[in-house]
């Protein structure tokens, strides 16, 4: 994998680019149907994957933080994430979201003793920022009801993404941060919205979410996840935008590496758990049943 692209100052807005366009497609057709095959199954093929997923984000961590040693700071980080992630997948979520922030200040010492990063508050903070995610994930996938809930979740946010990035560039119009994300626009923000929604409704309907967000709320939960993802992806840019990279790396084709195609998916499932923890605490079925209105399912 290469590494992050450097950039020294904005880039200029772009024609639509329809080979990127094409790239996007033929990435998702070949992630996307492996990604719910093993949301499906749970278990350890889903450690597995969050695993194999977090090691990758975290060389892109070291890349992008830590260009003066990366492969160390990317070894620290991800014994610092899988460490939580393994706790979190024996149902010990408790421990793993204490053990975290533990994790994540060793990792940060032992950069600072070894004296190979003057940025050990970056390490610390790519640890929480890559750790919180996937501990979160892995409940939310194996909490009763959370396969319908981590179905919904990539549905929205990843037709998010498609939709924010297709709207944006044809459509353009109003930029909306250029400070920081000069390419994204207010177009794409909304079309981006609707594509949360439509998929979160689509996944109820179809059956495929059972013991997620039933009709009636599918929509708003839909547009609460398309909200996180955008808010996600533009602080992605702020982070690029601080260490100095256009891209986190060159992983997937026309995404870039996979923080740039994970970026708005790493907020979406933290508020999609809280969502989970508000709308049905005792469990989708158990709460669907007793309101008797067919929300949840």
């Known amino acids: 994998m290469g590494g992050s692209t450097r950039m020294t100052s904005s880039p200029p807005v772009k024609r639509f680019d329809w080979g990127n366009l094409r790239l996007r497609i033929l990435s998702a057709v070949v992630l996307g ?51 939580p992630l393994f706790l979190a997948y024996r149902d ?50 194996h909490d009763p009801g959370g396969q319908g809930w981590a ?20 459509l353009k119009g109003p930029k909306l941060w250029p400070r920081f994300s000069p390419n994204k626009t207010w177009s794409g923000f909304f079309f981006g919205l609707a594509g949360a929604m439509v998929a979160a409704l689509g996944v109820s309907a179809a059956g495929l979410g059972e013991g997620g967000p039933g009709p009636g709320m599918a929509v708003p939960v839909g547009l609460v996840v398309g909200l996180a993802t955008m808010a996600g992806d533009l602080w992605e840019s702020i982070l690029k935008r601080r260490f100095g990279v256009k891209d986190s790396g060159d992983l997937i084709p026309g995404h870039g590496g996979l923080l740039d195609r994970v970026d708005g998916l790493m907020f979406a499932i933290l508020v999609a758990a809280v969502l989970r923890l508000v709308l049905a605490p005792h469990g989708a079925a158990g709460i669907g049943a007793a309101m008797g209105a067919g929300w949840l399912r």
């Open 33 to 83: 149907p492996a990604t719910f095959l093993v949301l499906w199954f749970g278990g350890w093929p889903f450690l597995l994957m969050v695993a194999i997923a977090s090691t990758l984000l975290a060389i892109e961590w070291g890349l992008m933080s830590t260009p003066e040693a990366p492969a160390r700071t990317a070894g620290l980080v991800t014994a610092a994430v899988l460490v």
């Open 92 to 141: 010990e979520t408790r421990t793993a979201c204490i053990a975290l922030p533990i994790t994540a200040l060793a990792a940060a010492l032992a950069a600072r003793q070894a004296r190979w990063s003057d940025r050990s508050l970056d390490i610390a903070f790519g640890v929480l920022y890559l750790g919180l995610p996937g501990i979160t994930l892995i409940w939310l996938r």
């Open 151 to 170: 179905t919904t979740l990539l549905a929205a946010t990843w037709s998010a993404d498609i939709c924010a990035f297709t709207a944006g560039n044809i």
